[in-house]
């Protein structure tokens, strides 16, 4: 008789070597990540670690963090609208609280589950995984006196093979919701040099570019070094900070010693670039290396200076020439500024999650309803920038 069982864990380094012996694809589900992840996590987002075991060998893994959500962290923009105030605090009491989220809720993408299929059908991991779910929010509610009151499954795209669990999210009472798409840039086998980018552009883009790089000029961009993130770690938490606080909806607030710890853990394969003007730190974009997908990160800049310089369009350039020069096959841009990411080349990929209420008196189509308007599929037009 087949023995499946899971185990959960409150440290990276609690994890068992055969963790990161999976042959895993994502360097989100790797300890460095997770280890750095740990060590400047947003205050209120906590991560476990479940482990999936059939017959005692490893078989799967999940990443499942504890979200505590309040209106302060995801209502960043004030209004005077009275309609607006009274809709934030309506959503406030429905979703305030603590989320249970399997992912990574600061990244756009599917990073929180693995199993090996060869060990173990999807099925299978699955429920285990949601037992997990059970006896975690049984832990939370005993250690912090604190009830789970939404579940969610983050970020699957349409050809993900979860969607085929009908029964399991049936059972579960998870509910599937399309969410905003996530902006990806493949590239084209024969590209190799950024030129090649810059040749393949319509003759309104070509100059679009030009009139950009001509505008960013007096900007000088450097890469960072560990000494050099942590020499500049407030300005650059109050660059990010600038751009995050404009968003109409957060869920979270960057510790501000991440970045440093990121490139302590990833190394090479976490990058930060800075933009300088006068010698003064004005912006910064980072990259994260997860073998053939570049995945951009978060960025800053100077608001007052961003339109001047055509910050924002020229790191979005810089990060399409730094995956074409160093033979990335897809370049990850995520959700947000979907017209202009699209405009250099990104094309939106439908994605969903699945989630519930646990409040039974709550109607899930009311859920699927704070969903959408926290994070709306907005109207917009798709650039069509090559030849």
Known sequence: MELIQFKIYNTVNEL????????????????PFLKALEASCPSNISSYYLAVFKNEKLAGIAIIQRVEMYLDDMFRRTSNNKL????KQIISRIVRGNALVVGNLMHTGQHGLFYDYKLINQDEFLDKIFEGIK??????????????RIIAFKDYFENDTIHKSIDFFKKNKLYKVQVQPNM???VPEDWKTPQDYISAFNKKYRRRYKAARKKGLDIACKELTLDDIKDNQDKLFQLYQNVSDNARVNSFKLHKNHFFNLKRNLKEDFKV??????DELVGFYTLILNNEALETYFLGYSQSLQHKYQMYLNMLFNMACFGIE????????ARTAMEIKSSIGAKPNTMHIYLKHTNHFIANTLLKLIVKYMNPIRQWEERHPFK
Do not use: R
């Open 326 to 333: 160093n033979g990335f096959k897809t370049i990850v841009y």
């Open 84 to 87: 607006k105030q009274i809709a």
């Open 135 to 148: 006896e975690l929010s049984e832990t939370i509610k005993q250690k912090f006196n604190k009830k789970i």
């Open 16 to 31: 068992p070597d055969s963790w990161d012996a999976l042959p895993i694809l994502d360097v989100f589900l790797k300890t």
């Open 273 to 278: 670039f800075g933009y300088f003007l006068d």
């Open 184 to 186: 990806m840039f493949s």
